[in-house]
């Protein structure tokens, strides 16, 4: 092969091969290493390329030799330049807030006195304390819950004395319930005595929703 010839495939894989790392802006990267930077990609592309070229012609197929050269140039220069660096990951979604908790529900429970207590008595009877019983269960389940406990009574006797017994009944639940594990600070014992009736106290039927104790949540 002539040396013109060698110098032309020399210098046509040289300029394919910067081709193959073309972009349309040729300032060297500085996010990338040296020997990814175009010049650099291009310039080792036309050498393996020439020599390709030189080894595969001969004195009677410079054409040919010069097509493949040019060819692996473009190919190995590409090659070369092509980015290896990982595709960025995409940051994993927030996990979502948990949605807070429903607050515990607590159901008035309104205890009659006719099966609570006696006439005129601030003393339990047993049968008060099957309701009693699934009220400390209640609380004992809802350790969050706190509880007002309030007696009532009706008209007869004076508002003074109605007072009193009120107190007196609403103290004696809360003792139970405490008997039953209820912690004593989460309840609060009030009388209301004659004062808030839910009823007539002109006749019995309604005296008796009368005398009640009432326990709410606070």
Not at 107 to 123: C, H, K, W
Not at 134 to 161: K, M
Request: include cysteine; charged fraction near 20%; hydrophobic fraction near 30%.
């Amino acid at each position: 092969m002539k040396k013109s010839t060698t110098g032309l495939l020399l210098g046509s894989a040289l300029v394919v091969g910067l081709a193959g790392c073309a972009t349309p802006n040729t300032t060297p990267s500085s996010d990338k290493p040296w020997y990814q930077q175009p010049v650099t990609c291009g310039v080792a592309g036309a050498l393996i390329g020439g020599g390709i070229g030189y080894a595969t012609s001969g004195e009677s197929d410079e054409e040919t030799g010069a097509a493949i050269g040019a060819t692996s140039a473009a190919a190995i220069g590409a090659l070369l330049c092509a980015d290896r660096s990982p595709e960025p990951q995409p940051e994993p979604e927030p996990m979502p807030e948990p949605e807070p908790e429903p607050e515990p529900e607590f159901e008035t429970v309104t205890l009659q006195s006719d099966v609570t207590f006696a006439f005129d008595s601030a003393e339990l009877r047993p049968g008060a304390e099957y309701e009693l019983n699934e009220v400390a269960a209640t609380l004992n389940n809802n350790p969050e819950v706190r509880v007002t406990i309030a007696g009532h009574t009706d008209s007869i006797g004076s508002n003074e004395y109605n007072l009193g017994l009120s107190e007196r009944r609403a103290e004696s639940v809360r003792d139970y319930l405490v008997s039953q594990g209820v912690a004593d600070g989460r309840m609060r014992t009030v009388g209301y005595g004659e004062e808030r009736p839910v009823a007539t106290n002109e006749t019995d039927e309604g005296r008796a929703m009368n005398r009640r104790v009432e326990i709410m949540s606070q």
